[in-house]
């Protein structure tokens, strides 16, 4: 079945710091990409909207000078959380999806802890 | 994407069936009902969909009412791995919609 990779799974890092994030979709082009952030005791909330070759879409409330996202590929997209904060430690899933009538498929997820 | 109502939480014990209910009563004619659960610090997983008949797979069966206002997944017969969070979503068939996740059922498999 389709597979998306990401990493890293966890990540711990200094207040200051920029963190980058790996998405990939392992056995399929992914026409498009998603970025979800999840904290705890909550639901998936959809953070940006990544079509490969074009600049990412966010949703309201989503810094987009921030949250860097890139999509270079149609397999690799990649958000980087800029000068991270205590407050942006979440959960943050990527999600792909291809061509045609495929549903969309999520990365395990990776875990975010700024000190 | 019409809005999808689910309970919060279920048990189930092990080796039952799971019928886990979600209401969408105000599905549009094209939009499809996904499932996607959610174990304990992982991404979703993708279950099933369906339009308007009934399907199956390997993991679970979907069975969606005439009047497509609700449906049922359901584990025909649920382990301890299955305890997860359920999420039914209806969405258009299209690749640049987005899944909107609710609040989704919390399943919990006892023994």
């Known amino acids: 079945g389709a597979v998306v990779s990401q990493h890293p799974s966890w990540v711990i890092c200094k207040s200051g710091t920029s963190v980058k994030i790996e998405c990939r979709s392992l056995?399929?082009?992914?026409?498009?990409m998603f970025w979800y952030r999840q904290f705890p005791k909550q639901s998936l909330m959809l953070m940006a909207t990544s079509n490969e070759g074009s600049k990412a879409t966010y949703e309201q409330g989503v810094e987009k000078d921030k949250f860097l996202i890139n999509h270079a590929s149609l397999t690799l997209s990649t958000l980087t959380v800029t000068s991270a904060h205590p407050e942006d430690s979440s959960f943050y899933i990527c999600?792909?999806?291809?061509?045609?009538?495929?549903?969309?498929?999520f990365g395990d997820g990776t875990r975010l802890s700024i000190l | 994407d019409a809005k999808t109502t689910q309970p919060t939480s279920m048990d189930c014990a092990e080796g039952r069936a799971a019928n886990l209910p979600c209401n969408h009563s105000?599905?549009?004619?094209?939009?499809?009902v996904y499932w996607y659960r959610q174990i304990h610090s992982q991404g979703p997983q993708y279950i099933i969909h369906?339009?308007?008949n009934n399907e199956t797979n390997e993991m679970a069966s979907l069975i969606i009412t005439e009047d497509r206002k609700s449906s049922t997944l359901i584990l025909p017969h649920a382990t301890l791995r299955d305890t997860a969070v359920y999420y039914c979503i209806a969405r258009f068939m299209d690749a640049g919609n987005m899944l909107t996740f609710g609040g989704g059922t919390r399943l919990m498999v006892k023994p």
């Open positions: 105000t599905i549009s004619g094209n939009e499809y």
């Open positions: 999600s792909a999806i291809g061509a045609g009538n495929q549903p969309q498929h």
């Open positions: 369906g339009l308007k």
């Open positions: 056995d399929f082009q992914a026409t498009t």
